[in-house]
């Protein structure tokens, strides 16, 4: 069974700083790639940044220069480091884990709030 177990979402003012943790437990399965996603009230869920086992990183255009995804392969452990938030980055952010043969597992949402 994997889990995935984010944490480090809050609220924090424009131009602060968050860091997002997610724990997958994968025993005997294998990721492919672990990114994370963000979902505002009536709108599509949307990539931010993902990276893959190898350490290629993708990021959603408007986080550019501003977020930093980081894996932990040992650990299982991705992160995103959050700069200079706007509060357009106001959304629940999700965690997700592409497991070998297995496909797309989700954690259950951390919400970051940017004041204005």
């Known amino acids: 069974q994997v889990q995935l177990v984010e944490s480090g979402g809050g609220l924090v003012q424009t131009g602060g700083s968050l860091r997002l943790s997610c724990a997958a437990s994968v025993s005997g399965f294998s990721i492919a790639a672990m990114g994370w996603y963000r979902q505002t009230p009536g709108k599509q869920r949307e990539l931010v940044a993902a990276?893959?086992?190898?350490?290629?990183?993708n990021y959603r255009e408007s986080v550019k220069g501003r977020f930093t995804i980081s894996r932990d392969n040992a650990k299982n452990t991705v992160y995103l480091q959050m700069n200079s938030l706007k509060p357009e980055d106001t959304a629940v952010y999700y965690c997700?884990?592409?497991?070998?043969?297995?496909?797309?597992?989700w954690g259950q949402g951390t919400q970051v709030t940017v004041s204005s």
């Open positions: 997700n884990a592409n497991i070998v043969r297995f496909g797309d597992y």
């Open positions: 990276i893959l086992s190898g350490g290629r990183t």
